[in-house]
Nanobody
């Protein structure tokens, strides 16, 4: 089973930037898996933020489009989330996730895949 470890969270003022990292270990063919970022704010359900696939195609939630950028470095088995122009409503625990199967991307594939422990992002107004 792959291990995912997020880092880079913290406290930032409105309009600031943060870069989250997600390091994967214990997985061969990392480049062939879809990777995603999700977040959960207090009292809310977990929501999709961004995804990057094996072919480097990317997808974003409307709420972060134009402000967040997801990327991957397959040589380092790492996925990144660059977050710019942060808003208080971006405050949440951010989770990295891996699809459960190679060349598969779907909600169920992520739900049954591997998840990190989460990293807190707090945006102060």
């Amino acid at each position: 089973q792959v291990q995912l470890v997020e880092s880079g969270g913290g406290v930032v003022q409105t309009g600031g930037s943060l870069r989250l990292s997600c390091a994967a270990s214990g997985r061969t063919f990392f480049s062939q898996y879809a990777m995603g970022w999700f977040r959960q704010a207090p009292g809310k359900e977990r929501e999709f933020v961004a995804e990057i696939r094996w072919n480097f195609s990317t997808y974003y939630a409307d709420s972060v489009k134009g402000r967040f950028t997801i990327s991957r470095d397959n040589a380092k088995n790492t996925v990144y989330l660059q977050m710019n122009s942060l808003k208080p409503e971006d405050t949440a625990v951010y989770y990295c996730a891996s699809s459960s199967s190679r060349f598969i991307s779907s909600s169920s594939a992520f739900q049954s895949g591997s998840w990190g422990q989460g990293t807190q992002v707090t945006v102060s107004s």
